[in-house]
Each structure stands twice: as structure tokens, then as C-alpha cells.
């Protein structure tokens, strides 16, 4: 593992503010880029619930289906994907099959499961990324949870509805 940069935490900040932007749109708060090697943001993509009510479009595995359409595996292999929250475990799959090299995630699954609770929208499923992406064959470099604090402030309120 590299490691927690600055450049890490100014990323992860810009997809709070995605998760953020999510909420206002009418969805729930999950938020996610995908910068490549370089710093440049290639995808940002906010949770996509609404207004279908479709419960597999989650932010990251949004932006791992348009990573896989629009960007080469080169770009991917060294590409991180900065969540609001842990991928969870469809998201996990779809960012390994998708080929990106690295993730950082700000709240936890486990934290985030005590903020939903047993909301119906959002079954959090208490598995770490980390382990799906360990079943797998080549390594995905996983650094959260991070700013866990500032990333649960989106949820505040938004559960108990």
C-alpha cells in the first residue's frame, strides 16, 4: 500500500461532495470518482436509486460499467476510485471486473450499516471490500476508512425518514 496522501483526501473530498450533490437530486448520499494516474478526474457519478428505484445503482457501480465503456485497461489498471462510502460487495465486483487498480473510501461499511440501520433502500451488507477484492486474482489497493467523520455528515437525517 502506498498509503494516505493529500492528494488522497482532496479526492475523497470531491466525492463527498458528489454524495452530497446525490442527495439534493433526490437520491440517496453516495458519491464517487475515478482520477486517473495523472490526477485528472475521468468519471464522477453520484448514486442513481431514483427514480426507478433500482437498488444496483450504487455511485461506484455506476462508474465502474462507464469506466469499462469509456476508458482503456492501461488507464484503469492505474486509475483510483474514491467512494463517499466502502464499496460494497456488487460494488467491489464490479470495480475489480472493471480493472481499477485502487480504491480509498471514506465510511465504512460497518459504520455505515449503523447509520442506515435497517432501512429498507439501504440492507448494508457488512462485508469489507477488502475481502471480496482478496478473492480475486490480481491485487486492488484498498486505503479507508478515511475522513470517516466528514463522510457520514451526508447521511444526518437522511435514514430515520
Known sequence: MTGTTERDEHFLRLSFTVARRSLIHGNHPFGCIVVDADGEVLIETENGYMPAR????????????QACRTLSREVLAKATLYSSAEPCAMCAGAIYWAGIGRVVYGLSEHRLRGVTGNHPENPTLDLPCRQVFASGQRPTEVIGPLLEDEAAAPHDGVWAR
Do not use: S
Open 54 to 65: 433500482d437498488g444496483t445503482a450504487h455511485a461506484e457501480r455506476l462508474a465502474a460499467t
